[in-house]
């Protein structure tokens, strides 16, 4: 059963205007153990099926609630899940699932040095409708698995109400970064909750261990999901009502049209809670 965190109306305010917010503790210290037992596992391994690896610094799998069961609870976190459906209404599916392992950067690099640079996310969307356009259609619960309390840990920078931004973000002749980037310090079990349209990057990674972290990405469910188009019926055969759902899986046999989409188990909780099931502006 799926608990209830009250979004508070200054977290809504900061995430309509700043397009991020910071959530501490969401994880404890099994959970985060068997995530890093996952990962690690995973990225020991050959396997090359959803792999994302784009330098021997940055790799990770796409789609990894496929890849190990581990991964599974985040998609319905009770802390995130709860958040995620106050910000974005309960018309809502999973769009990635995302395992990232940044390891330490080589002697030398500079404290500019940026991996990823700076971008928005499903950047389709973008080209498609134009910057200007391009409306608040997902987010990302990025859970952190290490320690990131001291800087150039590699965290994930911020750029602060770029999520507003009609244009590219604004960075100034000879820097790397927006001249209000923010590079959070974080523990182990920590969330980032960012839409797509906020702007971030990559810190340098100059501790001795490697940052590993997880991403759960939420959109509309009128977007098809970054990750997959549909799952397999190994992973369905797994999962709670709520779980089907959320990968994009009618969970009714109703034949008939139905125009509100048919039957939505989030709005069930939505009304246990008082909680609006479509947003409307903030």
């Given at each position: 059963m799926l608990g209830f965190t009250k979004l508070t109306e200054d977290q809504r305010a900061q995430f309509h205007n700043e397009g991020y917010l910071i959530v501490r503790n969401v994880l404890d210290e099994a959970t985060i153990s068997n995530l890093i037992a996952a990962g690690d596992r995973l990225i020991a391994s050959e396997e090359s099926l959803n792999r994302q690896k784009t330098s021997e610094f940055y790799d990770g799998y796409r789609n990894c609630i496929t890849m190990d069961d581990a991964y599974i609870p985040l998609v319905t976190n009770e802390v995130t899940l709860p958040l995620v459906i106050q910000l974005l209404g309960s018309n809502v599916q999973l769009s990635t699932s995302h395992l990232i392992h940044r390891h330490p950067d080589p002697p030398g690099t500079p404290d500019t040095f940026r991996r990823p640079g700076w971008h928005r996310d499903n950047g389709r969307t973008s080209m498609d409708l134009g910057p200007a356009n391009y409306p608040r259609v997902g987010l990302k619960c990025a859970f952190y698995l290490t320690?990131?309390?001291?800087?150039?840990?590699?965290?994930?920078?911020?750029?602060?109400?770029?999520?507003?931004?009609k244009v590219g973000v604004d960075i100034p002749e000879g820097k790397v970064d927006p001249a209000n980037a923010i590079e959070p310090l974080l523990n182990p079990g920590d969330c980032v909750i960012f839409e797509y349209?906020?702007?971030?990057?990559?810190?340098?990674?100059?501790?001795?261990?490697?940052?590993?972290a997880v991403m759960i990405g939420y959109c509309y469910r009128w977007l098809k999901p970054m990750d997959y188009i549909k799952q397999d019926l190994a992973l369905l055969e797994k999962l709670s009502d709520i779980e089907k759902y959320l990968v994009g899986e009618e969970v009714d046999d109703t034949r008939e049209f139905q125009p509100t989409g048919g039957y939505n188990p989030l709005n069930e909780w939505c009304?246990?809670?008082g909680v609006e099931k479509d947003r409307q502006g903030l």
């Open positions: 320690d990131l309390s001291e800087p150039n840990s590699g965290v994930t920078m911020l750029a602060p109400g770029s999520n507003q931004l349209r906020t702007w971030h990057a990559g810190a340098p990674n100059f501790t001795t261990w490697t940052r590993k009304d246990r809670h």
